[in-house]
């Protein structure tokens, strides 16, 4: 079971450390505020009120311990740029800090995270990719040019299987899931035959997956 050190407990704390717990993880969660804490006792595994940017309270949790750390400070770029260093020179094995701007993410990954995430900036790029585009109903960036998105099937699809379609080579994507009446198939296999009902979570690079988009009614 993984472990993890969520420290900062503002609405993407909070979610964060749920979603967490969810998955079957333990969790510390740790923030200055009491009434932050009391949203998430009955959820987290252990909490800890407490001012991480002070070596007397970071260094009692034990960072080395969990397998992720995550800096969620949200309104205090110097108290997430502290912490950060501090996770790093106490022996934290991965470190992810929230920053809501490019130099915010230099100066972070300069003073000892691993990974940047930017959660207003995702929500914005994939809301303005599902209103943008009315026939995809979910999309995730992996890299500037590659993304996952969910789609629809095109009607011309309908009664054949994935082999028969040739997906991969003809539309030079992978179908990765498909959503179908509440439920879930995980890299479906060749001979799956698609219905039309059925919404698919295909992985591939923008401008291809954009070809089968644009086909859609």
Not at 26 to 52: F, H, K, L, Y
Not at 60 to 76: H, S
Not at 136 to 158: C, G, H, N, Q, R
Not at 171 to 181: F, M, P, T
């Amino acid at each position: 079971m993984k472990s993890f050190l969520v420290i900062g407990l503002g609405r993407f704390g909070q979610h964060l450390t749920r979603k967490l717990v969810e998955t079957g993880c333990e969790v510390m969660a740790v923030d200055t505020r009491e009434d932050r804490i009391r949203t998430v006792m009955q959820v987290a595994t252990s909490v800890e009120i407490g001012d991480c940017t002070k070596d007397s309270v970071l260094s009692t949790l034990g960072v080395a311990n969990y397998d992720m750390c995550f800096v969620c400070v949200g309104n205090d770029f110097q108290s997430s740029l502290v912490i950060t260093d501090m996770l790093k020179e106490m022996g934290a094995q991965k470190v992810v800090s929230r920053a809501s701007r490019d130099i915010q993410a230099k100066f972070l990954l300069r003073n000892g995270a691993d990974e940047v995430i930017y959660p207003e900036r995702d929500f914005a790029e994939r809301l303005a990719v599902r209103c943008a585009k009315s026939k995809v109903f979910d999309y995730m960036e992996l890299t500037k040019e590659v993304s996952v998105y969910e789609i629809a099937t095109l009607p011309a699809w309908v009664g054949k299987t994935i082999r028969e379609l040739n997906f991969r080579v003809e539309y030079n994507c992978s179908i990765l899931a498909v959503k179908k009446a509440g439920e879930t198939i995980a890299l479906p296999g060749a001979d799956y035959v698609f219905d039309g009902s059925e919404h698919m979570m295909v992985f591939g690079r923008d401008r291809d997956v954009e070809k089968i988009v644009k086909n859609l009614k």
